[in-house]
T-cell receptor, first 115, second 112 residues
Framework: AQSVTQPDIHITVSEGASLELRCNYS??????LFWYVQSPGQGLQLLLK??????LVQGIKGFEAEFKRSQSSFNLRKPSVHWSDAAEYFC?????????????FGTGTRLKVLA | NAGVTQTPKFRVLKTGQSMTLLCAQD?????MYWYRQDPGMGLRLIHY???????AKGEVPDGYNVSRLKKQNFLLGLESAAPSQTSVYFC???????????FGQGTRLTVV
């Protein structure tokens, strides 16, 4: 069955440090992959997406993600975290599985940034 | 430049009451979705629609019904609310099944 796993529920980093948020997916074909960010009390905003082509994709706010088919992963990275990056991050996968269309999300990773 | 608008933003219901959540989008999107967000559970898809007049079940459809009579609107109904339906509900829309989803600001529903 189609699924998305974010193994880290909480991550804490110091401002200026690098960041990597993990995402693993289970899907029979190449899915469409997304990363969203949610600030407290807000809806979700798209950071970046991968459909095909270059496996390293650039997004907004200095984020990037790398699609690794062999590892079924789509990890989100940022070289230097800012305090304003504190939020919850969701990985999502869209596509057709078992004959039905699904657009599903992982359980999220909450990022805390230390000053 | 409204995007996706959800009404109401907050609601408290008594067990057994019914209500309808309204989602409206002004982007001419074909796909619309209803999710619920619970702590530690992420967003779970309740129902979705791939076009006017169509609806389909998502991961957690029980206790909910939906309708898409107009392309721009997607309604989520609770016929007999239960405390387990206390959650934050998000509506989203997308142009197609493989494009960015745009989200509303959410509806916080409490069932007592």
């Amino acid at each position: 069955a189609q699924s998305v796993t974010q193994p880290d529920i909480h991550i804490t980093v110091s401002e200026g440090a690098s960041l990597e948020l993990r995402c693993n997916y289970s899907y029979g074909a190449t899915p469409y992959l997304f990363w969203y960010v949610q600030s407290p009390g807000q809806g979700l905003q798209l950071l970046l997406k991968y459909f095909s082509g270059d496996t390293l994709v650039q997004g907004i706010k200095g984020f990037e993600a790398e699609f690794k088919r062999s590892q079924s992963s789509f990890n989100l990275r940022k070289p230097s975290v800012h305090w304003s990056d504190a939020a919850e991050y969701f990985c999502a996968v869209a596509g057709v599985g078992s004959g039905t269309y699904k657009y599903i999300f992982g359980t999220g990773t909450r990022l805390k940034v230390l000053a | 430049n409204a995007g996706v608008t959800q009404t109401p933003k907050f609601r408290v219901l008594k067990t057994g009451q019914s209500m309808t959540l309204l989602c409206a989008q002004d982007m001419n999107h074909e796909y619309m979705y209803w999710y619920r967000q619970d702590p530690g559970m992420g967003l779970r898809l309740i129902h979705y629609s791939v076009g006017e007049g169509t609806t389909a079940k998502g991961e957690v459809p029980d206790g909910y019904n939906v309708s898409r009579l107009k392309k721009q609107n997607f309604l989520l109904g609770l016929e007999s609310a239960a405390p387990s339906q206390t959650s934050v509900y998000f509506c989203a829309s997308s142009y197609s099944r493989d494009t960015e989803a745009f989200f509303g600001q959410g509806t916080r529903l409490t069932v007592v």
